[in-house]
C-alpha cells in the first residue's frame, strides 16, 4: 500500500523539497526580503498557492535559501541575506479591524509561530528549532515552557490599558533588542499574516502597517484578491512600502503543475509512476491550480492501491475520472455542489454551461476566469430552460455558497468565487 501523503499533500507546502516551480515569485519574494524596508504583499485567486508561498518567504527570512537554490537563483542570492526571527498569524473573519488584529497576536499562544512566544519574559524557557530538514535549515525559536507565570499576556513587561498599538510597540521593540539582536543575533523581526483577506473592516490598516513597519520590523501580508486593492483599502498609504513587495501569485505553467507530479515520483521514490499521458492531461485539467492537482495525485494513488500496481496508466486514470463524475471522490467539493444545484436540474445545467465556458483570450486580461450570462443565455434556451433570472440567484446567495459574484464594473459577468470548484463542476457529470 503506498500512503498517498508522501507525494502528495492537500495541506499548505511548507517544505522546501515539496515546493515546485514558481521561480519569478521565489526570485521576487527574495528580493524582498533583502531590501531593509518595504512591506511584502502576497495575493491571487483561492487555491492558487498563497499560503505555500508565505511559508517559504519564512524559510528564506530565517536565512535558508535551499528553495532559492534549487530553483537556479544560487547566483542571485545576496551574499550577506538579511536574517529575520518570524512570526506567523492566520487571520479569520473575527478579527474586526487593526486594533483586533494587534490583541490577537499579542495574545497568540502558538509556540512555534505566535508573537508573544518571543517577548521577553522570566522564567519563560526557548529553544531553537529548524522548520526544515535541510542541514542549513535557519533556526527560529520556540517556547519549551511559559514559565511559572503563566501565559496571559498581562503578565509581559510593558502593556499599556487600553492602548493596543503601543501594547504593540513595546512587545515588538522588546523581541527585536533581546531576542532578534541580542539572543539570534538577527536583522530584524518578520511579522506574516495569512488570510488577511478575511478581515471585514480593513480601514487604516494600511496606514497602521506603514506606522509600524521599520528596518528592524517587516510585515508580509497575503490574502485572496485580483490585486493589491483587494488586500488593502487604504493601499496608497503603502504604495512606496510596495515598491518591490507586491507578489500576485497566478495560476501556474502547465509545466509547472506536470512538475508537481514529477515532484511526487521522487517523493514515492519510484513506487509509483505515471504514465507521461496521464501527466499531461491532469496538468490540463487542473489549469494551473496546484490544490486540484494535488487532488487528482491522491485519488490516483488510491485507486493504484486498490488494483495492486504501480503505474497509473489512462486506463487507471480514467476509472479516477470516472469516480469523480459520479460524485463519490471529493466530498468537500460534491456538497458544495449540491448545495449550489439545490434540487434543480435546471440550475445544475445552468451551472454546468456556466463552468464549461471556454476561457477567451479577451482584450481585458483580468476577465480571465469570469464568465458571460449573455452566452450561456442562448444555450439554456436551447436547452429549454426557461427562467434562468430565476435560478440564478441561488449562485449567487452567500447562504449557499455562494458559488457566484458578480463582477461590479460590468452587468452580466460573474466569477466563480472557488476556481477550483469550477474545475470540479467540468469533472463532474449531470
Ligand atoms: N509551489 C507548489 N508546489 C506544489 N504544490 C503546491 C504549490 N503551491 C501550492 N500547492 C498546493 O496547492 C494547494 C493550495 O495551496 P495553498 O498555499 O493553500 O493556496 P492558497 O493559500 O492560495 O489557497 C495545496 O494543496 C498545496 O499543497
Ligand atoms: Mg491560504
Known amino acids: 500500500m503506498i500512503d498517498p501523503e508522501i507525494g502528495f499533500t492537500s495541506d499548505v507546502i511548507r ?26 504583499a502576497v495575493y491571487g485567486k483561492r487555491g492558487v498557492g498563497k499560503s505555500s508561498l508565505l511559508r517559504q518567504i519564512q ?65 519563560k524557557e526557548l529553544t531553537e528549532f529548524t522548520r526544515s530538514q535541510e542541514v542549513h535549515g535557519g533556526a527560529d525559536l520556540k517556547v519549551v515552557s511559559w514559565g511559572t507565570k503563566g501565559v496571559e499576556s498581562s503578565k509581559y513587561a510593558r502593556v499599556v490599558s487600553g492602548d493596543i498599538v503601543q501594547t504593540f510597540r513595546n512587545f515588538t521593540s522588546a523581541i527585536v533588542t533581546h531576542q532578534v539582536k541580542k539572543l539570534m543575533g538577527r536583522d530584524a523581526l518578520l511579522v506574516l499574516l495569512d488570510e488577511f483577506d478575511v478581515i471585514p473592516n480593513k480601514n487604516g490598516l494600511g496606514s497602521l502597517i506603514k506606522s509600524l513597519s521599520t528596518a528592524d520590523l517587516k510585515f508580509g501580508i497575503s490574502g485572496i484578491g485580483h ?22 501569485v497566478k495560476p501556474m505553467a502547465e509545466f509547472e503543475t506536470q512538475g508537481i507530479l514529477n515532484r511526487a515520483e521522487q517523493l514515492f521514490k519510484g513506487h509509483l509512476t505515471f504514465v507521461p499521458a496521464v501527466k499531461k492531461e491532469i496538468a490540463r485539467i487542473s489549469e494551473g491550480y496546484p490544490y486540484f492537482t494535488q487532488l487528482l495525485g491522491k485519488e490516483c494513488v488510491l485507486k ?69 450570462l449573455k452566452k450561456v443565455r442562448k444555450e439554456a434556451e436551447d436547452l429549454s430552460i426557461q ?44
Open 59 to 123: 524559510q528564506m527570512a530565517l536565512g535558508d535559501y535551499t528553495l532559492a537554490r534549487q530553483a537556479g537563483l544560487d547566483h542571485e542570492i545576496p551574499k550577506n541575506t538579511r536574517k529575520y526571527l518570524t512570526v506567523y498569524y492566520a487571520c479569520d473573519s473575527m478579527i474586526s479591524d487593526g486594533a483586533t488584529l494587534l490583541t490577537r497576536m499579542c495574545n497568540d499562544q502558538n509556540e512555534e509561530d505566535g508573537l508573544l512566544r518571543l517577548v521577553p519574559n522570566d522564567g
Open 304 to 372: 493504484v492501491n486498490n488494483k495492486r500496481t504501480t503505474e497509473v496508466s489512462e486506463v487507471i486514470f480514467q476509472e479516477v475520472l470516472d469516480d469523480i463524475k459520479t460524485g463519490k471522490s471529493f466530498p468537500t467539493l460534491e456538497r458544495t455542489y449540491q448545495r449550489a444545484i439545490g434540487n434543480s436540474t435546471d440550475r445544475q445545467i445552468l451551472l454546468h454551461l456556466l463552468a464549461e465556458q471556454p476561457e477567451e483570450n479577451t482584450i481585458f486580461n483580468e476577465d480571465v476566469g469570469r464568465v458571460f
Open 227 to 248: 490585486d493589491l486593492h483587494d488586500l488593502i483599502q487604504d493601499h496608497a498609504s503603502v504604495e512606496r512600502l510596495l515598491e518591490q513587495g507586491a507578489i500576485h
Open 15 to 40: 517544505d522546501p523539497n515539496r515546493f515546485v516551480g514558481r521561480t519569478d515569485l521565489i526570485r521576487s519574494c527574495m528580493n524582498a526580503l533583502n531590501s531593509p524596508l518595504g512591506l511584502i
Open 387 to 430: 427562467y434562468v433570472d430565476q435560478i440564478l440567484p441561488r449562485l449567487l446567495n452567500g447562504a449557499f455558497g455562494p458559488t457566484l459574484v458578480r463582477v461590479p464594473e460590468r452587468p452580466g459577468i460573474y466569477e466563480f468565487v472557488n476556481p477550483v470548484f469550477r474545475l470540479y463542476v467540468r469533472l463532474r457529470h449531470f
